[in-house]
Nanobody, 123 residues
Framework: QVQLVESGGGLVQAGGSLRLSCAASTRTFTNYAMAWFRQAPGKERDFVAGISRSGGRIAYADSVQGRFTISRDNTKNTVYLQMNSLKPEDTAVYYC????????????????WGQGTQVTVSS
């Protein structure tokens, strides 16, 4: 069993920044691709960013390219999402996910999920 714990969410003004962290409780962290998804009330769960096992391959949703950066530190079993130039439409619950053999943007292909952290961007 892999447990994922997100932190770093909060309330910020438009144009501000937040850094989300996701800590994984597993000795086999490098077996998993990692990703961030987000879900707003009444909306589908949308892919935000993903990173491969070694960190060598990265993917972003078009809506966050140039503003968000995903990274991972395999010595700390942690994945990060640096969010800059935040917009009100970024408001959502952000979830960390892990999986092996994933399809980047398909949430159903991930095996483990964190409980989520709320990000609210005011205008």
């Amino acid at each position: 069993q892999v447990q994922l714990v997100e932190s770093g969410g909060g309330l910020v003004q438009a144009g501000g920044s937040l850094r989300l962290s996701c800590a994984a409780s597993t000795r086999t962290f490098t077996n998993y691709a990692m990703a961030w998804f987000r879900q707003a009330p009444g909306k589908e769960r949308d892919f935000v960013a993903g990173i491969s096992r070694s960190g060598g391959r990265i993917a972003y949703a078009d809506s966050v390219q140039g503003r968000f950066t995903i990274s991972r530190d395999n010595t700390k079993n942690t994945v990060y999402l640096q969010m800059n130039s935040l917009k009100p439409e970024d408001t959502a619950v952000y979830y960390c996910a892990a999986g092996d053999g994933v399809v980047w943007r398909n949430y159903r292909s991930y095996d483990y999920w964190g409980q989520g952290t709320q990000v609210t961007v005011s205008s």
